[in-house]
C-alpha cells in the first residue's frame, strides 16, 4: 500500500516543516559580525546608487513600476501574456484590459529620464484610447470611436508589442544559446563569468522533456572553451524540464528515468570542460532530487571532474541540513561540489501550498530577515568546508556580500552569483577583486513567463534589496541592518500576519491534511492504514423494512444546547482527525478512492463539522428584533423534525458527514442512508459520531438499495425533509414523493449533477491550462459532481492545446488506487463501467477520439480515460459520469452562442474561465447561471467555508454546502412578541436618562 517500496526518512524529513521558533534560534547561534561589514555594505550601496542613476531606460522604467502598483502587475500580466498570444484580436483586448484600467499618468514626470517619461505619456494615451466595456459585444472599434481619436488597433499594437519585448531582451541573454554567448563576451571581457539557463518551466510531456533534454544537449555543445568549470561557463538544469511526473509519488519511475537523462548532460559537462549546477525547485522535491544528485555524482564516470553542482535555497528551513548532507556526501565520494546558495524564488507558492493541505508548518521561513540570517548561516557552514565545497553565492544584498568577505577572509576559492540584469550595479564595483558568475536565462519569448514573473515579484517586491537601493527615499542605514540583530530583537520569530495552516480560519481550527511528500509521513502513514482493523471493511448487511420502520419509531428530539451540540460536532471532528489513516483505508478498500482523494475527503468531512459547529453558534442564536418601546420581539430557529439524509457513492464520508452533522447541529433527529456501494465508510462514521455523544436515538444508520428502504423513508409522513445528493433524475422522484406523502410538508436539499464546462480564451497560459484540465477531468476517475465534462477552446490556440492535453494524458496512470502512484482506479461498479463503455462507442461513432490513456491488464471496473472532439454541445444528452472529457472549438466571434450552449444544457454546477483578460472573465462570470465559478485553476475540490458547494436550476436546490446559509434552512422558523407593559407600565422608557 502506498509504495511497493517506501523511501527511506532522513533528518531531512524529520525537519521538513519544524517550528519557526526553534529553526531561528538555531540560525542565531555563533553568528555575528563586526563593525567592518556595515562600513563595506555602506560603500557599496552608495557606489550602487550612483551607477543605477546612469543605469539605462529600461531600469529606470521598471523600478518606477514595481508590483505594489496596479500599473506593475498591468505590465506584467502584459509581459507574461501579450508575447504568446497568437491572435490579434485577443491581443487588442489583452492591451486594452491591462493599460485602461491603470493610472500611467502618476508615474509621469517623476524621474529625470526622457525614456521613462516619454514611455508613461505614450501609456497613459493609449490608456485614454483603450476604454474599457465590459460588454463582451462592445467592438474595439466603438471604443476608439468613443474618445474621438485618429489612432487605431493597428497602430498601437505594435508599439506595445515592442516595449513588452524590450522588456523581455531585458530580462533574457538571448533567444539561443549563441546570441547568448556572443552578447556575454562584452562582461566576460570585464571578468564576468556565465552559467547559462535554457528558459521553460517544468515538461507537462514526454516530448516536452525530450525538447529540453535535447536544448541542454545543445548548449552544452556550445559552451567549451577549456577554461575550467570554475573559470569557464557552465549550464544551470531543472530537473523538472528533464521528467513530466518529477514528483514523489512516482518515485520509483523517476528514479528510473530521470536519473540517466541528467546523468547524460553531467558526463557532457565533463567532457567540455564546463560546470553543471541543478537548480532548486519547489520544497516537495528536496529528497528526491538529492536522492537523484547522489545517483549521478557517484557514478564512476564522472571521477576527476569537480564541475557538479546544485543549488541550495536559504529560505528553506532544511538549508543547514542540506548543507551538512552534502558534505557528508562530498566526503564519501573524495569530490568537491559546487554549491550555489540562493534565497529562493518560490517563497509566495510555498505559503499558499502548505495552507491549501493543512499541513504541520511551512518548509520556509515567513520573514524575509530570517531567510537573510539563514543564508549567512549556510554561508558559514560553506565556507567552513574548503575541501567539500566550491561555495557560489547568489545574491544582490549588499549586507550579505560584505559579510561574506568578512567570513571568507584572503581565500580566493569562491564566486559570486547575480541574475542577468539585475545585479550588475553592484558587482562592478567589485568584479576585479572577486569572481561573479551571471545566471543568464536563454529562450524564447513563449518560454518566458515563469521566469519573467518570478523576476519580477524579486524586482518589484517592497522588501526586495534591488527595489528598496533604486529608491532614494529608502536610508542607507535601512539596507545595510544586521539582519541577525534585527532577527534576535523580534519577540515573535514567525510572521505575525502569516497564521500557521491550523489557524487559517481562526477562531475554527483547520483540518490537518498529510504531507504526502515527507518520507517519514509516508512511512508512518503506509504502516497505519495496513494495520487497520479489518472488521471496518466487512460487508454491511442491508437493512430491512422492519428496521427502517424501527429507526423511524425511534426517532427523538435532540434535547440538548446549542453549545452542547456544537462541542459534539467538534467532538466528531477530532475523532475523524484522530483516525484518519483507518477511514483513509476504508474510502481506498470500498470506495476506490487513490491516497490522495482518501485525505482531501477525511479533512472536508471534519471541516464540515468544525464549520457547522461554528455557523450554529451564529445562527441558532436567537435575535432580536426592533420595535416599539414596550415590546419584545424576537426571531428563533427550531428542529425539523426526523431528517432523512442521502447520500452518494463517491463521496461516501464528507457528503455523507456534511449532511448528517448539518441536520444533528440543528437539532433534528437523523436517518442516514449511504449509497449501497459505499456502506463501510458510513458505518465506521457513524460509529465515530456515537462515540463522540450523537445519542444513538437521535442517529440511525439505514444501509440498502434506494428503490427499497429509500423509497420507504422518504414516503413516510413522519419525516420532516430529505438532504440528497445524487443524479437529477433520482431528484425529481423524490421531489414527487415527498409532494404526495401523507403529514406535513416537507422540504428537499438536493444537490445533484452537471454538465461542467471549461472556456478557455487564447490569453491563456496552454501549459495551466492542461494541468487544470488533466486535474479536473480525470482525478478520482472523474467521478465527482463538479469534475470537467466539457471543454471549450478558442480555436486560434486549439491544436496547441490539444496536443499538449494528448501528451499530458499519455502520463496518466491507471491502477491500483492504494498506491500512490496512480493516478486514476477503477469506477465504482459494473453499471458505471458499462454506462463509460456505451458512450465511448456512441462518440467513436459521432466524435473524433483525440487519446485514450493506455490501460495494463487489470482485473475491476477499470475505464482508461479519454478525450473526444465534438462538433458541437447538442450531442450529449446528459451528464457522463467518470473520466471522459469532451472537447470544442470556438471562434472568439462564437462566445456568446458558447455560453447560450452551456445555459441551454439546463445544468448550472461549475464552470470553469482560463483567461488573462478581466473584462472577459467579468463578462463570462456574470452572464452565466452556474453555482460555483473557478478562473485560472481547476473546478474540483471546493473547501468548505471557502467555496460554499452547490449548483442551480437542473444541479440543485441549494443552499449552498459549506456555506453561511446552509443551517437556516434545516430549521424552522419562530417568531415571539411580547408586551412586556402587560403588568404595568414601561419602566425602560420612565427610566431613560435625559443627558
Known amino acids: 500500500m502506498i509504495f511497493n517500496k517506501p523511501p527511506t526518512p532522513t533528518a531531512l524529513s524529520a525537519a521538513y516543516r519544524m517550528d519557526e521558533t526553534v529553526a531561528v534560534n538555531n540560525l542565531l547561534k555563533d553568528l555575528k559580525f563586526s563593525k567592518n561589514v556595515k562600513e563595506t555594505a555602506q560603500e557599496l550601496v552608495i557606489k550602487t546608487r550612483e551607477r543605477l542613476k546612469n543605469a539605462g531606460p529600461i531600469n529606470s522604467f521598471l523600478n518606477q513600476y514595481d508590483l505594489s502598483s496596479e500599473e506593475g502587475i498591468a505590465l506584467m500580466c502584459m509581459a507574461e501574456a501579450l508575447l504568446r498570444v497568437p491572435d490579434s484580436e485577443t491581443i487588442d483586448r489583452l492591451i486594452s484590459d491591462k493599460i485602461s484600467t491603470a493610472e500611467w499618468e502618476k508615474h509621469a514626470g517623476t524621474k529625470n529620464s526622457f525614456f521613462l517619461n516619454a514611455a508613461t505619456w505614450s501609456l497613459f494615451l493609449t490608456g485614454k484610447i483603450y476604454a474599457p466595456k465590459l460588454n463582451y459585444e462592445d467592438s474595439l472599434g466603438s471604443s476608439l470611436k468613443r474618445v474621438g481619436s485618429r489612432l487605431g488597433s493597428a497602430v498601437i499594437r505594435p508599439i506595445v508589442l515592442q516595449g513588452m519585448k524590450l522588456i523581455g531582451d531585458h530580462f533574457v541573454m538571448g533567444q539561443t544559446i549563441e546570441a547568448a554567448i556572443k552578447r556575454a563576451e562584452k562582461n566576460e571581457a570585464l571578468g564576468y563569468r556565465y552559467s547559462y539557463d535554457m528558459l521553460g518551466e517544468s515538461a507537462k510531456t514526454e516530448e516536452d522533456a525530450i525538447n529540453y533534454f535535447n536544448s541542454y544537449q545543445h548548449a552544452i555543445s556550445q559552451l567549451s572553451k577549456n577554461l ?246 529608502t536610508p542607507v542605514e535601512k539596507l545595510i541592518e544586521d539582519p541577525v540583530e534585527a532577527v534576535a530583537k523580534l519577540d515573535t520569530k514567525p510572521h505575525p500576519h502569516i497564521p500557521l495552516p491550523k489557524d487559517l480560519y481562526s477562531p475554527r481550527k483547520n483540518s490537518e491534511g498529510l504531507d504526502l511528500s515527507n518520507y517519514q509521513t509516508l512511512t508512518t502513514l503506509k504502516i497505519a492504514m495496513e494495520n487497520t482493523d479489518k472488521a471496518l471493511i466487512k460487508p454491511i448487511l442491508d437493512s430491512t423494512l422492519p428496521e427502517v420502520e424501527a429507526a423511524l419509531a425511534a426517532q427523538t428530539p435532540w434535547d440538548a444546547s446549542i453549545d452542547k451540540r456544537a462541542l459534539i460536532l467538534e467532538r466528531i471532528a477530532d475523532l475523524f482527525q484522530e483516525n484518519m489513516p483507518q477511514l483513509m483505508n476504508v474510502l481506498c478498500l470500498e470506495g476506490n478512492k487513490q491516497i490522495v482523494d482518501c485525505v482531501s475527503e477525511v479533512r472536508e468531512a471534519i471541516d464540515f463539522c468544525r464549520y457547522y459547529a461554528e455557523r450554529a453558534r451564529i445562527d441558532l442564536t436567537p435575535q432580536t428584533l426592533p420595535g416599539p418601546t414596550g415590546e419584545l420581539n424576537q426571531l428563533s430557529l427550531h428542529p425539523r423534525g426526523i431528517v432523512i439524509c442521502i447520500s452518494p457513492w463517491n463521496f461516501p464520508l464528507a457528503i455523507f458527514t456534511g449532511q448528517v452533522v448539518a441536520a444533528l447541529v440543528c437539532g433534528n433527529s437523523v436517518i442516514a442512508k449511504p449509497a449501497e456501494q459505499t ?317
Open 228 to 473: 575550467g568549470p570554475i573559470k569557464g561557463p557552465g549550464i544551470s538544469v531543472k530537473l523538472s524540464a528533464l521528467h513530466p511526473r518529477y514528483e514523489v509519488a512516482k518515485r520509483e519511475r523517476v528514479l528510473k528515468e530521470l536519473t540517466p537523462r541528467l546523468l547524460v548532460l553531467a558526463q557532457m559537462a565533463k567532457k567540455n570542460n564546463i560546470g553543471l549546477t541543478v537548480d532548486a525547485e519547489e520544497a516537495d522535491r528536496l529528497e528526491l532530487s538529492l536522492e537523484i544528485i547522489e545517483a549521478v555524482f557517484s557514478d564512476p564516470s564522472l571521477n576527476d571532474w569537480e564541475g557538479f553542482g546544485l543549488a541550495v535555497q536559504a529560505y528553506q528551513k532544511r538549508a543547514p541540513l542540506v548543507i551538512d548532507w552534502l558534505a557528508d556526501l562530498s566526503k564519501r565520494y573524495k569530490k568537491k561540489l559546487m554549491v550555489r546558495l540562493v534565497k529562493g524564488a518560490y517563497w509566495d507558492s510555498e505559503i499558499k501550498q502548505s495552507q491549501l493541505l493543512g499541513l504541520e508548518g511551512y518548509p520556509v521561513f515567513t520573514r524575509k530577515k530570517s531567510t537573510d540570517v539563514s543564508y549567512l548561516a549556510c554561508a558559514k557552514k560553506l565556507i567552513a568546508e574548503p575541501n567539500c565545497f566550491y561555495p557560489q553565492f547568489g545574491t544582490h544584498n549588499a549586507y550579505t556580500i560584505a559579510a561574506i568577505l568578512d567570513m571568507i577572509g584572503t581565500r580566493k576559492d569562491f564566486e559570486f552569483q547575480c541574475l542577468h540584469s539585475m545585479g550588475e550595479a553592484l558587482y562592478d564595483q567589485i568584479i576585479d577583486q572577486y569572481p561573479c558568475r551571471i545566471y543568464a536565462p536563454v529562450g524564447h519569448y513563449k518560454d518566458l513567463l515563469g521566469y519573467l514573473v518570478r523576476r519580477l515579484l524579486e524586482n518589484g517586491a517592497n522588501t526586495s534589496f534591488i527595489n528598496l537601493i533604486a529608491d532614494d527615499a
Open 679 to 995: 456502506p463501510a465508510i458510513a458505518k465506521f462514521a457513524v460509529d465515530l459520531m456515537h462515540q463522540a455523544g450523537v445519542p444513538k436515538n437521535v442517529l440511525h444508520l439505514i444501509t440498502g438499495r434506494g428503490e427499497t428502504v429509500g423509497a420507504k423513508l422518504t414516503s413516510d409522513e413522519r419525516i420532516a425533509g430529505v438532504m440528497f445528493t445524487g443524479s437529477t433524475e433520482t431528484a425529481r422522484i423524490i421531489q414527487k414523493t415527498l409532494a404526495n406523502k401523507p403529514g406535513p410538508l416537507a422540504f428537499l436539499v438536493a444537490e445533484t449533477g452537471g454538465q461542467n464546462a471549461m472556456i478557455v480564451d487564447s490569453s491563456a497560459l496552454p501549459e495551466q491550462v492542461v494541468t487544470d484540465v488533466i486535474q479536473s477531468a480525470f482525478n478520482s476517475a472523474g467521478q465527482r459532481c463538479s469534475a470537467l465534462r466539457v471543454l471549450f477552446i478558442q480555436e486560434d490556440i486549439a491544436d496547441r492545446v490539444i496536443n499538449m492535453l494528448k501528451g499530458a494524458m499519455a502520463e496518466i496512470m491507471v491502477g491500483d488506487p492504494s498506491q500512490l502512484s496512480t493516478d486514476s482506479g477503477p469506477v465504482i461498479d459494473t453499471e458505471s463501467l458499462q454506462n463509460l463503455q456505451k458512450h465511448f462507442e456512441k462518440m467513436s461513432r459521432e466524435a473524433s477520439l483525440i487519446y485514450q490513456v493506455p490501460m495494463p491488464s487489470l482485473s475491476g471496473n477499470y475505464f482508461a480515460p479519454c478525450a473526444f472532439e465534438l462538433k458541437d454541445l447538442s450531442l450529449l444528452k446528459r451528464e457522463v459520469f467518470g473520466p471522459f472529457l469532451h472537447v470544442i472549438r470556438y471562434k472568439l466571434s462564437e462566445l456568446n452562442q458558447v455560453l447560450d450552449s452551456i445555459i441551454n444544457t439546463g445544468y448550472g454546477l461549475t464552470l470553469g474561465i482560463h483567461s488573462r483578460i478581466n473584462a472577459n472573465i467579468e463578462y463570462i462570470v456574470n452572464r452565466m447561471p452556474v453555482g460555483n465559478c473557478y478562473v485560472n485553476r481547476n473546478i474540483i475540490g471546493a473547501v468548505v467555508g471557502v467555496q460554499p458547494f452547490g449548483g442551480e436550476r437542473l444541479s440543485g436546490t441549494g443552499p449552498k454546502a459549506g456555506g453561511p446559509h446552509y443551517l437556516p434552512r434545516l430549521c424552522v422558523e419562530r417568531c415571539i412578541s411580547i408586551n412586556t407593559t402587560a403588568a404595568g407600565g414601561n419602566a425602560t422608557l420612565l427610566t431613560l436618562q435625559e443627558d
